[in-house]
């Protein structure tokens, strides 16, 4: 139902913005929804996809932004009481007690709660994305990859270090 439901919704937003004559659609989701949409693509969907702050719609038309991509819900509640302004509810989708989209957003809020912090870090993470350390295909040339014997500046140094490495051998028995 809620697929459905957000499927018509940006259709009559598209069929209104070339009305219109625009190209631009503002979407408000905050930062939460992004790593809600991110968890259940790669629960369910079998995708690690999510919302980006801007993207440009399939038929190249339009250019969609989401300028609060980075704001946290409860900074935006609280802004919102703050300016008494009305919070416009969602509650066609919010309602229905079983659905996946609901399960991952009280998965992520109990993980806010146990975890403070740790939003605001997976959020940081999408923004630091490493397309070499994912499986995609699409992403790396994974089957064309040569030793090169040139330092990556951007690779992972943890072991780069040889007094770590043999401190961290010893400690280990190796």
Aim: proline share 5%; aromatic share 4%; with cysteine.
């Amino acid at each position: 139902m809620c697929s459905l439901r957000s499927q018509l919704r940006r259709v009559n937003l598209y069929r209104a913005a070339n009305r219109l004559g625009g190209t631009k659609i503002a979407l408000g989701r905050d930062r939460g929804d992004i790593l809600q949409a991110l968890l259940l693509n790669l629960l369910f969907d079998t995708r690690p996809k999510g919302l980006p702050p801007k993207l440009v719609s399939d038929d190249g038309c339009h250019v969609v932004i989401r300028p609060i991509a980075h704001v946290a819900e409860k900074d935006l509640v609280r802004w919102v009481e703050i300016r008494a302004r009305p919070i416009i509810s969602r509650t066609l989708c919010a309602s229905q007690e079983n659905l996946q989209r609901k399960q991952v957003g009280n998965m992520l809020r109990e993980w806010d709660v146990k975890f403070p912090g740790q939003m605001a870090n997976m959020s940081c993470a999408l923004q630091k994305a490493v397309s070499s350390h994912l499986m995609g295909r699409g992403l790396h040339p994974f089957q064309t990859l040569p030793a090169t014997g040139v330092a990556d500046d951007n690779g992972d140094k943890a072991f780069d270090d040889e007094h770590l490495l043999e401190t961290t051998a010893q400690g280990q028995g190796w």
